[in-house]
C-alpha cells in the first residue's frame, strides 16, 4: 500500500477509502434495497444484532419489513446521492431503538448509514434552520453576513471554533470571519495554501456539502468486503460516514483539532469557500443541526450571492455615474493628460490598485506605489507588443519583462488600458507582491507539534511554503476589475479622441481668427474712437457747469480703459458682472441709465473674451445709436441660470431714437450675432424692435461657474448615519448569560458600544474564573442561570466595586440586598443598553 505524504496527498482516492469513521456503522445493498452486499465491520455490533453474517442476507430478515419499507420511501424522495433520504430518529423496532439513517443510492448501490440519534432536543431541524436562517435575513453587505454568520453559527452548534473560510483563485484560502472560545488563539484573516484542502477534496466539497469528522484520532472500520465482484471499491463520495485521510486527521491533531465539520458555500456552481468548525474533543453533531446546518449553507449562499450582486450593480453603476461626469466634464479638454492626472486618486478608487499611472504623448503621471517615470516609457513601449488594442493583465509582469524585477518593491501586477489603437498612449493599475499585502490574526512565528510521521502541513508551516509558491505575485485581477477597465477603455479613448477632433478644430479656428484680426483690431480702434467721440458729444445736464461736464468726461474716458483692459487681461476668466460693470461704466452715472442685475457667475477665459468683444459691441451701438445716444435713455442687462445650468443675458434698451433693423450687415453686427453661437456653442438673438433692441445671449454651462460652485467636483457624500454612544470605549465587559443568542446578541451590543473586550460566560463556575483572571470594568448579568441565579458573581462584583446591570425578565428583582440593583427587562434593545450603562457609568465617576 502506497504511503500517503507531502509529495501525492494531491492524489489520495479519497473517495474511496474503504473504511467509515467509529461513530457510526454502514450497510450496501444492491439498487432494490434488498440483499446486503456489504456492510463496515462493526454494523453488527453497532445496531445490536446476533452474531452472524450479513453479506448475502436481506435487509428485512435484519431489520424487519416495517424498517425497510420506510427507507425505501425515503429512498424515493431522494432526488440525488447528495440529496440523500434521511431519518431522523427512526425507530427500529425490532431492535428495539432509534437511529439517524440516511440513505442514498449510488453507482448501482444503495448505501444506509446509521449513527445513534441525540437523546434530547428537537427531531425536526426546521427549528435550528429557522433560528439560524431568520438572524441573517437582514444583513445589507457581504461582508455583515460573513461576519455575523461565524458568530451566530457557534451559538447554535457550540463548536469551540466557527470560521468563514474563501478560496481564492489559486485554491489558497483566507480566514474571512471567526467566532471563537475566548482561550483560543485566533486564525482571523491569515491564509492558507492551496495545499491544505488538495484539488480532489474541494471537488467532494463540491459534490458532498457537509463533511463531519467526529474524532481525528479515532480508529478507521473497514468495509467488508473491500472489492465487489468486479474488483471495484465502493465509492463513498456522498457518505457522511466516509473515513477521513490520515493526512488531514494527523493536520487537525497538529493543530489540537480533535473533531470537525465543514458546510460547503456554492455560488454558480463553483465552490466559494467552508463554513469551518473546529472543537477540541471528540464530537459527532446530530443529525437534526446536521441538517440545519446544510440548509444554512444552502441560505448563506444564495444570500452572499444575492448581496455580492447587489454590490457589484453598486458599484456598476458608481463607475458608470463617474465615468459619464468624466466623459461629460473632458467635453472641452484639450490637455488630455492634464486632466486625466488630476483624476487618477478617481481611478484608483474604480479598480482597486496600489498604485494608478498614465502615460499619454510621452508625459508620466502616477499615483501612489509605481515606477519611475524612465521605466513607464520603458513600459509602455512593453504594453504595446501585447495590448494589441485591448486590455491586458498579469499578477507577475516580471515573468513577461525581467526588466521589471528591478521595481519589484513597489508591485508586482500590472493591468493595462489602451487609450489608442495605435501603440502610445495607456492607463496602467498597480498591484504589490501578495505576500506583503498579508496581515496575520495571530502570531506568525508559532509553530505546532510534528505528527508521528513527520512535518505536515500546518497554517504556520504551510504559509512558509505557500509564500515560496506567490512570491512575486499580486492578487488576481478578477474578471468584474477586467470589466471595469474595459469600460475605462471606451470612456478615456472618447476623451482622447475628443482632445485630438478639438486641438484639430482649435487650429482651424486660429487660423481663421488670425485673417480676422487685423480687421478686428481696425474696427475696434474706430469702435473706441467713435465711442470717445460720443461721450464727448453727450449734452450738459441743465445747471451744469464746465467743471462738471471735465470731470464726468475724464471718468468715462477712464472708465472705458478700464473695461478694454479687464477684456484683454482676462486670460484665466472672470466674473459676469465685473465684464458688464466694466463696459457700462462710463454710462451709469448718467441719470443711473444703465441697471444691472444677476446672480454671481464666473466664465472661463475663452467665454470671457468672446463676451467681453460682444458687450463691448452692444453697448458702443447703444452709445451711437440706442438708448445710451440720447438723454432719458435706458438699458438693462439682467441675466440669471437656465433649467439646465446655461448663462443666459437678457439685454434690453429703452427710451431711446427708433430702431430699426440694419440695412446692411457690417462686422460690429456680425460679431454680435455669430461669434457666441461659432466660439461657444451658445446663442446670441437679436430683437430690434421700434422701442429699442432686446436682445437674448446665451453661454453654454460648460463655460459657466455659478455661485463659486466646482462643475468637476463630486457630489457630497450623504450625511453618515447617527452613531450611538460609545460609553464602553476601551473598557473591558463581563456577560453571564445562559442562553447562546441572548449572550451574542448582548456581545455584539456592547462591541458597538465601545468595548474593547467582551468576554462571555454561560454558568457561575465560567465567571468566576474570568473574575479571578481579570477584574472587568463592567457586566451584565442574567439573573435566572435555569440551574442557579448569579447572586454569587453579583457579590463578588460589588465586593470589587464594579459596576453591573442585571438583565431579566421577571417583574421582580427577587434577589435579597440587590433590590437596588440597576436592571434591563428583556428582551431589550441596544439603544436601552447605551442608556442603561452610561446611567451607571455616570454614577460611578460621579461617586453618587
Not at 470571519?177 to 484573516?189: D, I, Q, T, V, Y
Amino acid at each position: 500500500m502506497t504511503t500517503v505524504d507531502l509529495t501525492n496527498c494531491d492524489r489520495e482516492p479519497i473517495h474511496i477509502p474503504g473504511s467509515v469513521q467509529p461513530h457510526g456503522c454502514m450497510i450496501v445493498c444492491d439498487a432494490e434495497v434488498v440483499t446486503v452486499l456489504r456492510h463496515s465491520v462493526n454494523a453488527g455490533a453497532f445496531l445490536g444484532l446476533r452474531t452472524f453474517e450479513l453479506v448475502g442476507r436481506t435487509l428485512e430478515d435484519i431489520l424487519g419489513g416495517p424498517a425497510v419499507h420506510e427507507m425505501r420511501n425515503a429512498l424515493a424522495r431522494s432526488s440525488a446521492p447528495s440529496r440523500a433520504g434521511l431519518m431522523p430518529r427512526h425507530q427500529v423496532a425490532t431492535l428495539g431503538r432509534s437511529f439517524d439513517v440516511s440513505i442514498h443510492s449510488f453507482k448501482g448501490n444503495t448505501i444506509i448509514e446509521f449513527e445513534e440519534a441525540a437523546s434530547d432536543g428537537p427531531v425536526s431541524p426546521l427549528e435550528f434552520a429557522r433560528t439560524l436562517v431568520g438572524r441573517l435575513s437582514a444583513v445589507t453587505s457581504p461582508s455583515q453576513l460573513i461576519e455575523s454568520a461565524a458568530r451566530l453559527l457557534r451559538a447554535v452548534l457550540q463548536y469551540d471554533r466557527v470560521m468563514i473560510y474563501q478560496f481564492a483563485p489559486d485554491g489558497s484560502g483566507k480566514v474571512m470571519s471567526e467566532a471563537k472560545r475566548p482561550n483560543l488563539e485566533s486564525f482571523l484573516g491569515q491564509h492558507f495554501p492551496a495545499s491544505d484542502i488538495p484539488q480532489q477534496a474541494r471537488q467532494l466539497y463540491l459534490l458532498n456539502p457537509i463533511r463531519i469528522v467526529s474524532n481525528s484520532s479515532g480508529e478507521r472500520l473497514p468495509i467488508v468486503p473491500e472489492l465487489d465482484g468486479a474488483g471495484e471499491p465502493l465509492d463513498l463520495s456522498y457518505a457522511h460516514l466516509r473515513s477521513v485521510s490520515p493526512i488531514h486527521c494527523e493536520y487537525l491533531r497538529n493543530m489540537g483539532v480533535a473533531a470537525s465539520m465543514s458546510v460547503s458555500i456554492i455560488l454558480e456552481g463553483k465552490l466559494w469557500g467552508l463554513i469551518a468548525c473546529h472543537h477540541y474533543s471528540p464530537r459527532s453533531l446530530p443529525m437534526n443541526r446536521r441538517i440545519a446546518a446544510e440548509i444554512f449553507g444552502e441560505f448563506f449562499a444564495l444570500q452572499l450571492g444575492a448581496l455580492t450582486q447587489k454590490q457589484l450593480l453598486l458599484a456598476a453603476e458608481q463607475a458608470r455615474d463617474f465615468l459619464n461626469g468624466l466623459l461629460s466634464s473632458a467635453s472641452h479638454v484639450t490637455d488630455a493628460t492634464e486632466f486625466l492626472g488630476r483624476h487618477l486618486g478617481a481611478f484608483r478608487g474604480l479598480v482597486e490598485s496600489d498604485g494608478v499611472g498614465i502615460f499619454i504623448d510621452g508625459e508620466w503621471r502616477a499615483e501612489g506605489s509605481v515606477p519611475s517615470a524612465t521605466f513607464a516609457e520603458e513600459l509602455a513601449s512593453f504594453a504595446g507588443t501585447v495590448c494589441e488594442g485591448r486590455i491586458w493583465a498579469s499578477t507577475s509582469l516580471v515573468e513577461a519583462m525581467p526588466a521589471a524585477r528591478a521595481h519589484a518593491d513597489r508591485f508586482a501586477g500590472v493591468l493595462v488600458v489602451p487609450l489608442s489603437q495605435i501603440p502610445r498612449d495607456y492607463l496602467f493599475f498597480f498591484r504589490k507582491e501578495f505576500v506583503q499585502t498579508i496581515e496575520w490574526g495571530g502570531d506568525p512565528t508559532k509553530t505546532y507539534p510534528s505528527g508521528p510521521h513527520g512535518d505536515r502541513l500546518t497554517p504556520r508551516q504551510s504559509f512558509a511554503v505557500w509564500k515560496q509558491t506567490v512570491a512575486g505575485h499580486s492578487r488576481a485581477w478578477t474578471p468584474v476589475e477586467r470589466e471595469l477597465a474595459e469600460s475605462t477603455r471606451r470612456t478615456l479613448i472618447e476623451v482622447v479622441l475628443r482632445q485630438s477632433e478639438l486641438l484639430a478644430d482649435e487650429r482651424n479656428k486660429a487660423e481663421m481668427r488670425r485673417k480676422v484680426l487685423n480687421e478686428e483690431l481696425n474696427h475696434r480702434v474706430k469702435n473706441i474712437l467713435s465711442l470717445i467721440k460720443s461721450i464727448v458729444a453727450h449734452p450738459l445736464a441743465e445747471g451744469a457747469t464746465i467743471e462738471a461736464y471735465v470731470t464726468a468726461l475724464k471718468g468715462r474716458v477712464e472708465a472705458l480703459a478700464v473695461a478694454h483692459d479687464q477684456a484683454m487681461r482676462a486670460s484665466g476668466g472672470g466674473l459676469l458682472r465685473d465684464l458688464v460693470a466694466a463696459e457700462a461704466s462710463p454710462y451709469r452715472a448718467v441719470d443711473a441709465a444703465v441697471a444691472i442685475e444677476g446672480p454671481p457667475a464666473t466664465l472661463d477665459a475663452r467665454a470671457f473674451s468672446v463676451l467681453a468683444l460682444v458687450i463691448h459691441e452692444l453697448i458702443t451701438n447703444a452709445a451711437k445709436y440706442g438708448a445710451l445716444s440720447v438723454p432719458g435713455g435706458r438699458l438693462a442687462i439682467e441675466w440669471s441660470r437656465s433649467a439646465v445650468g446655461d448663462c443666459e443675458i437678457r439685454w434690453s434698451e429703452s427710451g431711446g431714437p427708433r430702431v430699426a433693423p440694419p440695412a446692411r450687415q457690417g462686422f460690429g453686427t456680425i460679431l454680435i450675432s455669430r461669434s457666441i453661437p461659432f466660439d461657444l456653442g451658445g446663442a446670441s438673438d437679436l430683437d430690434y424692435r421700434p422701442e429699442g433692441l432686446q436682445a437674448v445671449l446665451r453661454i453654454p454651462v460648460r463655460f459657466v461657474r455659478w455661485d463659486g460652485e466646482d462643475r468637476l467636483a463630486p457630489s457630497p457624500a450623504a450625511d453618515p448615519p447617527a452613531k450611538t454612544g460609545q460609553p464602553l470605549a476601551g473598557r473591558h465587559a463581563l456577560i453571564l448569560e445562559d442562553q447562546f443568542i441572548i449572550a451574542m446578541d448582548c456581545e455584539d451590543m456592547l462591541l458597538r458600544l465601545g468595548a474593547d473586550k467582551v468576554e462571555v460566560c454561560s454558568r457561575v463556575e465560567e465567571a468566576m474564573a474570568c473574575l479571578d483572571r481579570a477584574l472587568p470594568d463592567v457586566a451584565i448579568l442574567d439573573v435566572n442561570l435555569g440551574s442557579g441565579t448569579s447572586h454569587a458573581v453579583a457579590e463578588r462584583l460589588a465586593e470589587a466595586g464594579v459596576p453591573f446591570i442585571f438583565a431579566t425578565g421577571y417583574d421582580d428583582l427577587a434577589l435579597a440586598g440587590l433590590s437596588d440593583a440597576a436592571t434591563l427587562r428583556k428582551p431589550y434593545s441596544l439603544a436601552a443598553l447605551d442608556a442603561g450603562l452610561s446611567r451607571l457609568l455616570g454614577k460611578r465617576e460621579s461617586g453618587t
